[in-house]
């Protein structure tokens, strides 16, 4: 069940924080990584997930691909 939880809201969640209110969030957001291999990924994931945020002009798109990375995210862990 926290693994839905995880896989949905999250990303809702993050989406409308951070693309909606504050689109370039992406990069600050990363800073709170402990790992450069994690700071990475997210400024990177966060980049692309404004890309296609400014493509799209919505929000459901990042709010999809967020949670299609948090379920391959989860998926791997449970591994």
Same mark, same amino acid.
Request: aromatic share 14%.
């Given at each position: 069940?926290?693994?839905?939880?995880?896989?949905?809201?999250?990303?809702?969640?993050?989406?409308?924080?951070?693309?909606?209110?504050?689109?370039?969030? $992406?990069?600050?957001?990363?800073?709170?990584?402990?790992?450069?291999?994690?700071?990475?990924?997210?400024?990177? +994931? $966060?980049? +692309?997930?404004?890309?296609?945020?400014? $493509?799209?002009?919505?929000?459901?798109?990042?709010? +999809?691909?967020? $949670?299609?990375?948090?379920?391959?995210? +989860?998926?791997?862990?449970?591994?």
């Amino acid at each position: 069940m926290q693994c839905l939880l995880f896989v949905f809201s999250a990303p809702i969640t993050e989406e409308v924080i951070f693309r909606g209110f504050l689109l370039n969030a $992406g990069m600050w957001y990363g800073n709170i990584g402990k790992w450069v291999a994690t700071f990475i990924l997210i400024f990177i +994931v $966060g980049i +692309v997930f404004c890309q296609v945020r400014i $493509g799209t002009r919505s929000l459901i798109a990042p709010i +999809v691909l967020h $949670g299609i990375h948090n379920t391959i995210s +989860v998926a791997f862990l449970m591994l």
